[in-house]
C-alpha cells in the first residue's frame, strides 16, 4: 500500500477539531486541552519595563492563538530550560554574543535566534511523536530511542516500520511448513538444524557457535519446544535497547547500541520489502541517483530475490556501512525453508560497548567479502553508480559498492 500524506498542516486540523469541538490525540486535541491552555513551547522572548515575556505556543492551538506571558506566570521549567539551551547552541554556531536587541526601549530576541529556536522545540515535539510511534510498532521488549543533537532534521517522511518482510505481489515469504521437531530439550538428535543437515548455531549462553556462511535453523512455530527454547534467538527479535541518532559527519543517521552487545550475539533482523532482482535493478538505479543504499540481495543461494530496506524496514533502516564492523550477517530460516527467502540477522563480531554505533559492511554476504576489485564479476544490479563511503575505517575501501 502507498500513502499519501496529508495536505493540511498540524496547526489547520487542530484548529478544526476546536470548532467542531472534537478530540484526536494523534494531533494533540484531547479532553485536557479543548478547552484549557497547556504550554507546549516558547518561541520568543522579549524584556520591556523590566518585566521578562515569553512568546507561548499553546499545545493543540494554531499558532495564530500563540500569546506574550510573563515568566512569573509560566510553570514550566524543562520547557523554559530547552528554550535557553537553543539560544545558547545557536548563539555558539553562529559566534555571536548577544541574543538581544534594543528596539522601542523593548530587549527583543533577533529574529534568527527566534527562528532557530521554534525550529528546534517543533523538531523536539516531533522526534518525541516519532519515537513514540517506533515503539508502538515494535514487537520486542527493548526501546527505541531518537536523539538529534546535530542539525535540526526531523523524522523521515516516507518511512514505514515494520517487524518483518514485506512482501511484493506474487512472492510468498511462507512456505507453508507443518511439521516442527518432537523435541522436549533442545538440541535432540532430530532437532531442526540436524534435520536441515547442519549444526545447532547457538551454545548453552545462546551466542553464535557457528562460522560465517553458515546458515542458522532456529525452531519454528510448529515445534514441540516452548519459548524457552535455546534455537529461539532469532524469532524473538533485538533484546538491546537501541538508539536512532544523527551522525555529525555526513551520514544522516545512525544506530548506537545502549547497553553493552557481548561477542556473537543477536542484535538485530534486517527487514523490509522483498522484491524482485528485475524490481531491484530497477529500483537501484534510482537510489544511487539519491545517493541511498538500502538494497539487500537474497543471495543465500540464487539470486531472485532483493530486500528493499527504502521505504519500509525497521531499526536496521538506519545502521550504517563500515568497512570494518562490528556486526556480521547471517541467513536464517525459521518458519519458511525456501533457500531463496532466508531471513538476514545481524550478530556482533565483537564486544561492543555502550553507547557504541553500530555497523555492518554493505558488501557482506555471509563470509565472503566483496572488495570493490572484484564488482565486475557480480550481477547487473551490482554495476551501478559507485557512492564513496565515508565511514572513516583504517581499512575503508573507498566506496559502498
Known sequence: AWYVPCLASLETLQELCRKENLRCKSIGITN?????????????????????????????????????????????????????????????????????????????????VADYIVKKAKQRI?????????????????????????????????????????PAPGINVINGITTGCECTDCPAEKCCPKEAGFILAYNKRKKLKIQPGLPIYECNSFCRCGPDCPNRIVQKGTPYSLCIFRTNNGRGWGVKTLQKIKTNSFVMEYVGEVITSEEAERRGQLY????????????YDSDEFTVDA????????????????NL????????????????????????????????????????????????????????????VCKCGAVCCRGYLN
Not at 520547557?79 to 534594543?102: C, H, I, M, P, T
Not at 522526534?127 to 523521515?156: C, F, S, Y
Open 32 to 112: 485536557r486541552n479543548l478547552k484549557s491552555y497547556e504550554v507546549e513551547y516558547l518561541c520568543d522572548y522579549k524584556v520591556e519595563e523590566d518585566t521578562e515575556y515569553y512568546l507561548v505556543k499553546w499545545k493543540g492551538w494554531p499558532e495564530s492563538s500563540n500569546t506574550w506571558e510573563p515568566q512569573k506566570n509560566l510553570k514550566c521549567p524543562l520547557l523554559l530550560q530547552n528554550f535557553l539551551s537553543d539560544k545558547n547552541e545557536y548563539l555558539s554556531r553562529v559566534r555571536e554574543g548577544k541574543a538581544l536587541k534594543v528596539r522601542n526601549h523593548v530587549k527583543a530576541l533577533k529574529p534568527a
Open 126 to 166: 516531533a522526534l518525541q511523536r516519532w519515537k513514540e510511534e517506533l515503539n508502538r510498532k515494535k514487537n520486542h521488549k527493548a526501546m527505541i530511542l531518537v536523539e538529534n543533537t546535530v542539525d535540526l532534521e526531523g523524522p523521515p517522511l516516507d518511512f514505514y516500520y515494520i517487524n518483518e518482510y514485506k
Open 288 to 299: 544511487d541517483n539519491q545517493g541511498n543504499t538500502y538494497l539487500f540481495d537474497l543471495d
Open 310 to 325: 527504502a521505504r519500509y524496514g525497521n531499526v536496521s533502516h538506519f545502521v550504517n556501512h563500515s568497512c570494518d564492523p
Open 328 to 387: 556480521q550477517v547471517f541467513n536464517v530460516f525459521i518458519d519458511n525453508l525456501d533457500l531463496r527467502l532466508p531471513r538476514i540477522a545481524l550478530f556482533s563480531t565483537r564486544t561492543i560497548k555502550a553507547g557504541e554505533e553500530l555497523t555492518f559492511d554493505y558488501q557482506m554476504k555471509g563470509s565472503i567479502d566483496l572488495t570493490s576489485d572484484s564488482a565486475d564479476g557480480l550481477s547487473p544490479s551490482k554495476k551501478r553508480i559507485r557512492t
